[in-house]
């Protein structure tokens, strides 16, 4: 089989993990009923919360986080590979990975990921963000073989550092995924180059599910999910910041097809880098 349907959740998480799992759940369910094998949801599906003692009280380890384990079942009753973008889970009474989770039509976790690159950083309008503040990065790329395709994971910010999807489509990935909780400033800038660029260069599908609007902690998130094919097309877009869900049929040859037009992996080799002082030029004679 070379060809299924893949959806991504766009979602708004709030402070309140139940209503954001129910809220979840309903999207997941009817993107099932849509056809939907494979389904991603967002960066912090189960909570959106700045104030870390506040996140801290809220959060579980992984063995007893209350969203891994319905999704679990929820992924065993619908039949459906589900991907939980990314958790909040407690480490230790100090530290936070986010994490996210590849469920199997078992209920069974086939793969974790932590994000790798902490979002550090001072916006141009006020917003300043300290990920390393309370998240440990991760310290591993992830590929995981589906039915289909081999499957890269990576969550939001990592989606600026090339290098990191490159490498996950030379060690076989056909398809990329980029959960997401970008700003509403950066995304407007940003978002959709990013991605387009992830697909093109890497002759990979890109499945991009996000999160959207002004959540209850005060900040806003882009929305516009985006699931793009290998040349660079945009298969399906949620063009707003509402919740909702997006579906597209993946026809798993097309990467093939666009790493045959343009054999970039094939064609890579490796290089030095040579810097040239001023110094050191030769005169004009």
Request: aromatic share 8%; with cysteine; glycine share 8%.
């Amino acid at each position: 089989m070379s060809s299924f349907k893949a959806a991504c959740v766009q979602t708004r998480s709030g402070r309140d993990v139940a209503a954001n799992i129910a809220s979840v759940e309903t999207l997941i369910r009817a993107a099932a009923s849509d056809g939907a094998a494979y389904v991603l949801t967002p960066e912090m599906t189960n909570l959106l919360e700045r104030d870390r003692a506040a996140l801290m009280a809220k959060i579980a380890g992984e063995a007893d986080d209350p969203t891994l384990a319905r999704f679990r079942q929820l992924a065993r009753e619908l039949g459906l590979w589900l991907h939980i973008g990314s958790l909040a889970i407690r480490i230790d009474d100090k530290t936070v990975a986010n994490r996210g989770f590849l469920i199997t039509p078992e209920g069974a976790v086939a793969a974790r990921y932590d994000k790798i690159h902490m979002f550090d950083v001072d916006l141009d309008n006020g917003e300043s963000w300290r990920e390393s503040r309370t998240y440990r990065p991760g310290e591993k790329s992830v590929v995981a073989e589906l039915p289909w395709l081999n499957l890269g994971m990576a969550v939001c910010y990592d989606v600026r550092f090339p290098a990191l999807f490159r490498a996950q489509a030379k060690a076989g990935a056909q398809a990329l995924t980029v959960p997401a909780a970008f700003t509403r400033q950066t995304g407007q800038a940003h978002w959709h180059t990013l991605l387009k660029a992830r697909a093109i260069e890497n002759g990979a599908f890109v499945f991009a599910a996000a999160q959207g609007g002004r959540h209850e902690d005060g900040r806003e998130t882009y929305g516009h999910s985006l699931i793009i094919a290998p040349w660079g097309e945009v298969l399906a877009e949620a063009d707003h910041d509402e919740p909702g869900f997006i579906l597209a049929d993946i026809d798993v040859d097309e990467v093939a097809k666009a790493r045959g037009r343009v054999p970039a992996l094939a064609n890579e080799r490796p290089f030095t880098i040579e810097t040239v002082a001023l110094s050191h030029t030769e005169p004009v004679s």
